[in-house]
């Protein structure tokens, strides 16, 4: 048992979409040599890191801050880092920016921009450059309050790799449209969260346990404003917390989920 791998604060994010077969959201396919969910298909996202709640940062974040992003995730100190965490996960991941300058939302419908921010983003990528280096550099604030906190979820104990992820959801912006990386992840789709289950079940595409009971959360809206206001939380987002299930040798081989209308099994999917 790893009864004593450190748990990592990790973010994820739903990007959502209007379509004529109802609200869309983005999944990435995780390359198939990835030391964590290889080859299964997941929302943008990553682990906080210690520069997602740095000052520079904190200082260029607008509708919340820390105080509230901590009463929200139970934290002492440092909440705010998952939303920003958030953000940069989300441009890293898909090329999706979440930010404004001067009150107007980052738009790349201009090539110009869309080039510029794409070298940020192999820079990002590469370590080269920072998340805050960037921002200050295009004078971005970043407005974390449309990102909606709405589910949470630990790692089972056992596992090689434990993270506390926040899940936030928010509506596609403007002029952006989001590219997998070529590295961590190798191919974008944009689906309805009902279509992601069909293809999960078909065996097309790879779902783990965590990303299944999301979609199951996000199927049955009519548009995004309506998903986003049926998943956002009236009090405190309570945290999520499978169990293993072991094979006699002593193998895990399912995941128990503890869900408001009782427990569910899923196969485990390293």
């Not at 949470?152 to 952006?176: H, K, S, Y």
Request: aromatic content about 6%; some cysteine; charged content about 25%.
């Amino acid at each position: 048992m790893n009864d004593e791998v450190a748990i990592r604060n990790a973010s994820t994010v739903v990007l959502a979409r209007n379509s004529p077969d109802g609200p869309e959201v983005f999944m990435l396919e995780r390359n198939v040599k990835s030391e964590f969910v290889a080859g299964a298909y997941v929302f943008p996202g990553g682990a906080v890191d210690r520069h997602d709640g740095h000052e520079d940062l904190s200082a260029i974040c607008a509708g919340l801050d820390d105080n509230a992003a901590n009463q929200r995730t139970c934290m002492v100190s440092g909440g705010l880092g998952f939303w920003v965490a958030a953000i940069r996960e989300c441009f890293e991941e898909s090329g999706v920016l979440i930010a404004c300058r001067n009150d107007v939302p980052i738009d790349f419908s201009d090539t110009q921009v869309a080039d510029r921010f794409s070298v940020y983003r192999e820079s990002l990528n590469r370590r080269e450059m920072s998340f805050s280096e960037i921002c200050r550099e295009e004078s971005l604030v970043l407005p974390v309050d449309k990102l909606t906190l709405f589910s949470r979820w630990l790692t089972p104990l056992g596992m090689p790799r434990r993270f506390d992820t926040c899940f936030f959801i928010c509506p596609l912006p403007d002029g952006q449209a989001p590219l997998h990386d070529g590295h961590e992840t190798v191919n974008g789709l944009w689906c309805t969260p009902e279509q992601a289950l069909s293809k999960g079940e078909a065996g097309e595409i790879k779902l783990v346990a965590a990303t299944t009971k999301i979609l199951e959360t996000l199927r049955g809206h009519r548009s995004v404003a309506d998903l986003i206001v049926a998943v956002t939380p009236t009090g405190a987002v309570s945290t999520i917390c499978p169990t293993l299930i072991h094979d006699n040798n002593g193998k895990p081989t399912r995941v128990s989920i503890p869900m408001p209308d009782g427990e569910v099994e899923h196969e485990l999917s390293n």
